[in-house]
């Protein structure tokens, strides 16, 4: 007996219509943002091989990962993010080509989602890796595009946050405790589970360090952020990450009048081969962040080619559900209709192809009965009927 015929898989479903009219205009748009900065499409493959994430810098925990067996008996993976393989692409297809590289993709990324989270296992994603400079210049480059794409894909009101993950990491090198528990304090400053936080810090001790992370979770805002955080904890490494900082804050400042761009240090990504500023992105009708990325020098350098990198990807489906329940989507309308008498069926398709090449959206009859096609085409707001007896 069969059982899962008529449904799709958990986490998945399939899409119709207007959606996908509102995707295709997103698709679109948010491409001809990175083509008009110089950025040129790559496509990666869906499965990829899962030493590809089984790296020094892996955040991909294996029972998060679809997997597959091929016929050789190697382990396959279906990608959960796009950006290791671009990296593996850059040092392999790639690795002669000038510097920078301007790459941006639009592509599928499968990873399974906890039980009753209500996520999907299938995201759409669009997003630019900026490879070859570790200036501030490509930061600003980067970040300028992210803040075009949230205006891009906002149907309201927008915003981006920026930190950098270099300064949690210098505070928790500096924390002996291991692996497991520094994990443990990642998760609750980017949870910001204030009391929970609290809770473990004590059980470490009482010292710098730890009145620092504990109050990591409550240092966003604006300018004065620096301020504070210099405060709770200064060293020349993090300083130095500080200043660098606010620096960019300021630039940033100059494309932002609403308050739209913050500062968050507490923003502490899992992903681990972020090395120093990180950006996620907000739209309304959302309270997860639509857009994320970041600045991440290491990676390809574990492919064997050590240059570094920064980028962003944006989550095509939740924008795209934002925007199918805010915006008033049109499904494109057919302005005639053939009908072919009997014999003159192969008439009627090459006066449909004339009619089309004027322009008009043009659906052929299928139906000799003259009425049920009036009938279909009053149904369907069809306003002309084009009868071909000869």
Same mark, same amino acid.
């Given at each position: ?207 710098? %360090? @730890?009145?620092? $992370?504990? !109050?990591?979770? /409550? ?5 004065? #952020?620096?301020? *504070? ?31 739209? %761009? @913050?500062?968050? $240090?507490? !923003?502490?990504? /899992? ?5 120093? #500023?990180?950006? *996620? ?47 008033? #989507? ?61």
């Amino acid at each position: 007996m069969k059982n899962y015929d008529l449904i799709t898989p958990e986490g998945t479903n399939d899409i119709l219509f207007k959606e996908c009219i509102v995707r295709r205009n997103l698709e679109k748009s948010v491409s001809e943002l990175f083509y008009m900065r110089g950025y040129n499409e790559i496509i990666t493959p869906a499965l990829e091989f899962f030493d590809l994430f089984n790296l020094n810098s892996r955040h991909f925990p294996q029972e998060d990962l679809y997997k597959m067996v091929d016929r050789k008996g190697r382990l396959l993976v279906l990608r959960p993010d796009s950006t290791m393989p671009i990296a593996r692409v850059t040092a392999t297809r790639l690795r002669e080509a000038s510097l920078p590289l301007r790459l941006c993709y639009n592509q599928y990324a499968y990873n399974i989602s906890p039980v009753m989270r209500g996520r999907s296992d299938q995201i759409e994603q669009a997003g630019i890796e900026l490879i070859g400079s570790s200036e501030k210049t490509a930061d600003l480059e980067v970040i300028e595009t992210a803040v075009s794409v949230l205006q891009e894909c906002s149907c309201g009101e927008f915003s981006l946050e920026i930190g950098d993950i270099g300064f949690f990491r210098e505070l928790m090198n500096q924390l002996d405790v291991d692996d497991a528990m520094k994990e443990t304090i990642r998760d609750l400053i980017e949870s910001k589970n204030y009391p929970s936080l609290n809770d473990v810090l004590d059980s470490i001790g009482d010292n710098n %360090i @730890t009145k620092a $992370l504990k !109050m990591l979770p /409550r240092l966003f805002g604006t300018e004065e #952020v620096f301020e *504070k955080a210099s405060k709770l904890f200064s060293d020349e490494k993090t300083d130095r990450i500080l200043e660098n900082l606010k620096q960019l804050y300021k630039d940033l400042s100059r494309l932002d009048h609403n308050g739209r %761009i @913050t500062v968050d $240090l507490g !923003m502490v990504n /899992r992903t681990d081969y972020y090395t120093g #500023v990180i950006i *996620k992105g907000y739209i309304e009708g959302s309270g997860d962040p639509v857009l994320a990325g970041g600045r991440y020098d290491k990676l390809i350098s574990e492919f064997g080619y050590d240059v570094p990198a920064t980028g962003f990807a944006v989550d095509i489906d939740a924008v795209a559900k934002i925007k199918i329940k805010k915006e008033n #989507v049109r499904m494109r309308k057919t302005d005639t209709i053939v009908y072919a008498c009997e014999g003159c069926e192969m008439s009627a398709v090459l006066k449909a192809r004339e009619l089309r090449n004027r322009g008009k959206i043009v659906e052929m009859a299928v139906s000799y009965d003259l009425a049920e096609v009036r009938k279909y085409a009053q149904e369907f707001g069809i306003s002309e009927i084009v009868t071909v007896n000869e």
